[in-house]
């Protein structure tokens, strides 16, 4: 029996260049993200991102990560941007200070509180679930042991860290998140994206979205955002 389902929603993420924005819009991304904060080796400035945001298509999310800014440095990005990502200790009401929607990574480390984490970020649009390495805020290229996901939380779930063309069925299949996020596992070096792997990546996802649509689990599908409020 077929039972349509969402898809899984695909960001890709550490964009700098515009050839790989057309390739990942090509390849059915959902949402592009872009990396604000200067200690990153995808960094991009405000006068970068109004021009590659120039090039994203209606309807493809632009999504600008920032780690514990100031408040003038997110509000120069704002015109070109859909979507605000938190990476560092923001607190939910600056996040919210924006008049934008807005997601919160929150780095795996062992004493996490997810259902916590939830409430305190509940006007989050999704909680971006991602790797934990002391003094690195993302795009770190590790997995988390994703079991540490509960069933049931109560905002969507976007899973990142180390997602790759290779393990990212296994992922979607194990965790039925809302959206999966790539960064380092679509690169051929830090910040330039490789087209083959973005394409690998996006059918991967799509594939097993099919393949979940068919009927290929045992369970009915349900994503980690059905339980959102
Ligand atoms: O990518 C970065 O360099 C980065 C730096 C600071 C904060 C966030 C950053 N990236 C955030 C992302 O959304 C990444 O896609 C996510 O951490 C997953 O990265 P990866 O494990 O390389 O796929």
């Known amino acids: 029996m077929s039972t349509e ?37 995808r ?15 209606p309807f493809v999310t632009r999504v600008g990560l920032f780690v514990d800014p100031g408040v003038a440095d997110v509000e120069a990005c704002l015109p070109y941007l859909d979507l605000l990502q938190f990476h560092g200790d923001e607190p939910a009401d ?12 929150i780095r795996m480390r062992d ?19 991602d790797a934990f390495r002391p003094g690195v805020p993302g795009g770190t290229g590790e997995t988390f042991d994703w079991q540490r996901i509960p069933d049931s939380l109560a905002k969507p779930v976007i ?11 296994a992922a979607v299949m194990q965790v039925r998140p809302y959206a999966v996020d790539v960064s380092g596992g679509v690169e051929s070096g830090k910040g330039i994206k490789d087209p083959l792997r973005i394409r690998a990546f996006c059918a991967q996802v799509q594939a097993t979205t099919a393949a979940l649509s068919a009927g290929a689990s045992a369970a009915p ?7 959102a409020n």
Do not use: H, Q
Not at 10 to 30: P, S, Y
Not at 111 to 129: K, M, Q, R, W
């Open 5 to 41: 389902i969402d898809p899984v929603r695909i960001k890709i993420c550490g964009l700098t260049r515009t050839e790989d924005i057309r390739v990942a819009i090509a390849c059915g991304a959902d949402a592009l993200g872009f990396v604000m904060w200067a200690g990153s080796p």
């Open 43 to 57: 960094a991009i400035d405000a006068d970068r991102l109004a021009t590659l945001s120039a090039t994203v298509s």
């Open 94 to 105: 600056f996040c919210a200070r924006f008049g934008k929607p807005w997601i919160k990574a």
């Open 111 to 129: 004493e996490i509180d997810l259902g916590a984490a939830a409430e305190t970020y509940s006007g989050a649009g999704a909680l971006l679930l």
């Open 159 to 169: 899973l990142a860290g180390g997602l790759t063309p290779d393990n990212v069925a």
């Open 221 to 227: 599908f349900t994503t980690k955002s059905s339980t």
